[in-house]
């Protein structure tokens, strides 16, 4: 099955000005336009950009997510934000992503019932998975991913799948500038696609974009998106940078077209 490639920005806490986040979503739409044939690009803003990045964007060249969300549609919930909140503007949303399990404590648990609402709102889930490097280490990488891909879509079932991304990010690589090369990358991927097929079976599985994330960047991208296991990246601080990005749109989108050939 051709899947096509998604190449989805996180630009974390950044950048510190809304001009610099109009001009950054700017560039990166202009640079994603003539490339839809072969990749899907998405930026996924802190929440007080995310209404002005919509208001400026055309959606068939640049998909929107929010880096976060709440499980609940309304309630008594300081600083929190519903997925029905985000509806009719918002693409996707991260979930679990490694510095929200990290630094605020986010459990699998709650990774599946952010999913579970996420997808019932009519968004698309990224589900973000990996090991530490103590667990890399100790040759627990399999297990871990294994672990926390079948808890985080223990509530989804296999209609779901078409909403569903999984990015399979080492924790050791994020920040760090130390990326997994292929070797690693390509079989983990692999076991990320049958874990999904465990949850949701084999068909549903089969349509699942697989990303890698981890100090991506546009010198390393096309060692990644060549595996067969790979269906894009999702990219950290290179994201901020306009013009490495739209290089890594480039590389990405070669990969999606020659996938259709």
């Known amino acids: 099955m051709a899947r096509l490639p998604l190449l989805a920005g996180n630009w974390k806490m950044n950048p510190a000005s809304l001009d610099q986040a109009l001009t950054l979503a700017g560039a990166v739409e202009a640079a994603a ?3 839809r044939e072969g990749v899907e690009v998405a930026v996924f803003p802190p929440f007080p950009w995310l209404l002005p990045v919509h208001e400026q964007r055309r959606p068939e060249s640049l998909r929107l997510g929010a880096q976060n969300c709440h499980w609940a549609d309304a309630g008594a ?14 693409d996707w949303v991260i979930l679990g992503h490694s510095e929200r399990r990290t630094l605020f404590g986010e459990t699998d648990e709650a990774v599946a019932r952010k999913a579970r609402s996420v997808i019932d709102a009519g968004l698309g889930a990224l589900i973000c ?5 103590d667990e890399h ?6 297990e871990i991913v294994g672990g926390q891909l079948a808890r985080d879509l223990a ?6 799948a078409a909403r569903l991304v999984i990015a399979y990010e080492p924790v050791w690589a994020i920040g760090t500038g130390r990326s997994a090369d292929a070797a690693h990358a390509g079989p983990v991927m692999d076991r990320c696609r049958a874990g999904v097929a465990a949850a949701l079976g084999e068909a549903a599985a089969a349509g699942v974009r697989i990303l890698y994330g981890g100090s991506v960047k546009a010198a390393n991208v096309a060692e990644y998106v060549s595996l067969e296991s790979c269906d ?8 901020l ?3 490495e990005f739209a290089t890594m749109i480039e590389v990405v989108a070669a990969r999606g ?3 259709k050939r």
Do not use: H, I, N, Q
């Open 33 to 35: 336009a003539g490339w």
């Open 77 to 90: 919930f300081t600083g929190e934000v519903a997925p029905s909140m985000l509806r009719g503007w918002c």
């Open 129 to 133: 998975v990996g090991e530490r490097e």
């Open 137 to 142: 280490v100790a040759g627990r990488t399999d």
């Open 155 to 160: 509530k989804l079932t296999p209609a779901d």
């Open 232 to 239: 894009g990246c999702l990219v950290g601080g290179a994201s």
């Open 241 to 243: 940078l306009a013009e």
């Open 257 to 259: 077209l020659e996938a």
